[in-house]
């Protein structure tokens, strides 16, 4: 530490970050300051630093017109109370002018409950002499009528006006119960507490210098985010790459070079050894024993991966009239090293210690598709619709949710799991109204003749699948057997038409192509012996 006699040998840097590399669980940032050095400085101090720091990977760096000698880092603690005078009575003007709103407020429900009563004491009192005057004839049915619209749209007028007075008085409640809690909060002040670091250097003499800070953060992280719009007329399946990036680090990143990777440094570099794997008999567990959990492993020494190249982006604005010229998005290119892909979004991303997650924008590409469509008659009536996707691009999707939109309809979500580049997946995109499947029990016979004791069940069924989309279709049909547990219990196939092979655990499988407008059926027919003292479980034919 230096004497503070000398205050001249230790000189404060204000520094800011300029950029964010965001892993799966955390992140690193840089921050650069500049400070002009007389030559007399031998620490250079940094502050106030999150206590998410990982003091262990602070890295130190600079230029300038002076050589400059880095000695060493080190960090202490540093705790401040904030000034909360101006803060306070900055609450209590608030809180004073909304209980000035909240009585003007009351001030106007008390007069339209006033002018409320008076239209309705006016009710009571002429009811009488306006019947009578209208048995006699004196009023006609026109004045009657004026007059009761009259009384009605008073009391509506009345009765809306007492509700929005009410309702913006259960606002005005909220707002001063929170404004009340934040005064009784700050009015007692808590220490903050935060990180400083201290640099040691040897300088040659006076000069301007440049330094660069790095340091790993907790608490944050980014998640893949999909967004997948399927047009089922092009056979064009137009992915939207984002992140959700999430951090409560202690420090806003506002204006920053922001890189997303997919790198993992949390678990380290070593791989893990293996145990003895020990077996033996049971023994009788022990009396109150507890297993004390191992240690983490302490953090890993980090490098800073290389960028990508820069780029920015904006959200495309559809628009339909053509006078109108739509957004140009600029997306982030991706880099990748090994395994490691790294997204850069040098568009000044601007990410606040909320812990909310905020959306970015990675890039967008559009991969072509063919459709299919499978059923499951024996389940459910419908055929749902299926998109055959290619991963052309140089760009692995990683693990994460996906929106599904059809034709601008919001079909649902998924998980996509790891796609390499050139791998195929499969979109599931709901269901499809234009193929009508109709699933009919044709036959159920239980055979008079036994055969060695032996009873034989035949079933029947029938499909009928209409095609009622204007284009071919490609369909594939699973129907189901029972399947037997017990040797006693026989299930054969007897026939199937179109005739196709019975498959493992009794699935039958149909793959019909369907021209539009046409119509397809399908039947097959079984059989079940079994011993007659023998009750089968299980056999629910519907």
């Known amino acids: 530490m230096v004497n503070p006699e000398t205050p001249s040998l230790r000189k404060t840097v204000q520094s800011q970050i300029v950029a964010v590399t965001v892993y799966g669980d955390r992140a690193l940032v840089t921050r650069r300051g500049i400070v002009s050095l007389t030559g007399l400085e031998r620490e250079l101090v940094i502050s106030p630093l999150p206590l998410t720091l990982e003091t262990e990977s602070v890295r130190v760096s600079g230029t300038g017109t002076v050589g400059v000698q880095l000695l060493g880092v080190s960090s202490d603690r540093i705790y401040t109370t904030e000034p909360v005078a101006e803060r306070v009575a900055q609450l209590t003007r608030q809180i004073q002018q909304l209980e000035a709103e909240k009585r003007h407020l009351q001030a106007q429900v008390d007069a339209l409950a006033l002018q409320s009563g008076f239209i309705d004491g006016l009710r009571e009192k002429t009811q009488e002499p306006f019947a009578q005057s209208l048995s006699r004839k004196n009023l006609s049915l026109s004045e009657t009528l004026d007059f009761l619209n009259f009384l009605g749209s008073q009391y509506s007028e009345y009765a809306i006006a007492s509700g929005e007075c009410k309702s913006q008085q259960q606002e005005l409640e909220k707002q001063l119960q929170a404004l009340h809690t934040a005064l009784q909060t700050i009015q007692t002040p808590h220490p903050k507490e935060s990180l400083s670091l201290i640099v040691g250097i040897a300088v040659s003499g006076e000069g301007e210098f440049e330094l660069e800070l790095s340091y790993i953060v907790n608490r944050a992280s980014w998640t893949p985010l999909y967004d997948l719009r399927v047009d089922s007329t092009s056979n064009v399946v137009h992915l939207s790459y984002l992140a959700e990036v999430t951090q409560s680090t202690g420090e806003d990143w506002i204006d920053v070079v922001l890189t997303l990777s997919t790198a993992k440094p949390g678990l380290g570099t070593l791989p893990p050894k293996l145990q003895p794997w020990y077996i033996d008999t049971p023994s009788p567990p022990p009396i109150a024993r507890r297993r004390q959990l191992a240690a983490s492993p302490s953090l890993p020494t980090l490098a800073v991966p290389a960028p990508g190249a820069e780029g920015n982006w904006q959200e495309e604005d559809e628009v339909a009239e053509d006078n109108l010229i739509p957004a140009e998005m600029v997306l982030a290119e991706v880099s990748q090293e090994g395994s490691v892909i790294n997204f850069q979004l040098n568009s000044g991303g601007n990410i606040p210690s909320d812990g909310t997650p905020h959306k970015t924008t990675i890039f967008n590409d559009d991969y072509s598709c063919s459709f299919n469509y499978v059923a499951m008659p024996r389940l459910v009536s419908f055929v749902y619709l299926q998109a055959n996707v290619k991963n052309s691009s140089n760009s692995t999707i990683l693990p994460g949710k996906a929106n599904i939109f059809r034709d601008n309809t ?63 279709t490609n369909l594939t049909i699973a129907e189901q057997l029972p399947v037997s547990r017990n040797e006693q219990i026989k299930v054969r196939l007897i026939r199937s038409s179109p005739q196709i092979q019975l498959g493992e655990m009794g699935i039958l499988e149909w793959m019909l192509t369907i021209p539009p407008n046409e119509r397809r059926e399908i039947s097959y027919q079984f059989t079940i012996e079994h011993p007659t003292e023998l009750m089968v479980v299980g056999l629910d034919i519907a």
């Open 410 to 472: 919001f079909v649902g979500t998924t998980k996509l799991e790891n796609i390499a580049p050139r791998q195929e997946f499969k979109l599931n995109l709901g269901i499809d109204e234009g193929l009508k499947i109709e699933r009919e029990l044709v036959e159920r016979q239980v055979d008079k003749k036994l055969m060695s004791n032996q009873r034989r069940t035949t079933f029947g069924y029938r499909l009928l699948i209409t095609n009622l989309l204007n284009q071919e």
